[in-house]
């Protein structure tokens, strides 16, 4: 049995990051789970300070493993004045809503806030419809900090037929990024029209049909550009990816009443990072206590998808370009995203006879 205890951790990481920023600590025998949170001050070198934390409680006595995971919230680019046109209320004027042609559903996968494990959520969720049978894309629409090609291992440059880009066929589903139209080397600083422009390019001018399920991975938050994009495609319903934490506040609410506002439907919440499964004995700790995100999603009157474990392979799987559901398919981890996503193809109706 350890004796180790959150505050000898808390201590060890004190050298290296503020005491406020830590925002959960699990401990299961001498496994430990740490969730850090920046609020809008993440730190420009994160790797870099994950790997400290990492070490510092490492090198304690009584440690097999440490997984930290930062949900440090991206400050949402500022709308530079005189950058987009807005409406007689202060919001931008709604665009009219783009079908894709061949595309039976658009499904939006969005948070409140970053760094809660979106695009993580989404190219698994996507992986994990595919292996329903379903024709699946993804779009990551996140212009201002686009992953999907990280996480799908995507190297190649998107080509163009008849006047068409091609998405790129990667773990057999249909991929675009802006990251692949853009050097993601250069800091995106886009004013609201030129940001809409590189939407309705993805959603128009990229060959995706036929398609039972397209994917849209959506910038974080639910300012004016999360707005204006929800506008832009007809969707047949959203996913919020949420962290317990989160959930308890205010940030999935203002993620289901953007959706709520412009009448797409909600397919549920995600509570994403909600237990720690031990990787040595398998046994599962609730790091916020058990059930209160189905409570919580019951109260906000959204369907409650499922919980993703916090887990070092899921990190470990995404940054190699090879998700869980596709690396570890018969994993627990694996079968967390697979339940979510029969409950989305459920409320799509979408799985062929
Ligand atoms: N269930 C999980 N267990 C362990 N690590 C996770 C889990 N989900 C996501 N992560 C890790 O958390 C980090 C943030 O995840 P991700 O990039 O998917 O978040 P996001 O909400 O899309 O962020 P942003 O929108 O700010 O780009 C990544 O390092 C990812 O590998």
Redesign the pocket.
Known sequence: MSDLSESAIRSALSDVIRGDAISAIVIDDGSVGIVLDFGSDKPADAGAVRARAEAAVKGMPGVSSV?V??TAA?APPAMPSGGMKLGAHGTPPPPKPTTIPGVRHVVAVA?GK????????SVNLALALRDLGLSVGILDA?IF?P?LPMLLGINEKPSLKDGMIQPILSHGVKAMSIGLLIDIDQPVVWRGPRVMGATQQLLKEVAWGPLDVLIVDMP?GTGDVQLTMVQQATLSGAVI?STPQDLALIDARKGLAMFRKVNVPILGIVE??SSYLCPACGHEAHIFGHGGAAEAASELDAPFLGG?????K??LS??EGNPIVESAPDSPEAAAYRRIAKAVAASLNAVPA
């Open positions: 997984n995971v930062m991206k948070s970053g760094g809660v494990g979106k695009s993580t959520t996140d900090g992953s974080p990816v994403n990072m993703i474990p916090l887990d070092m899921i990190r995404a940054d």
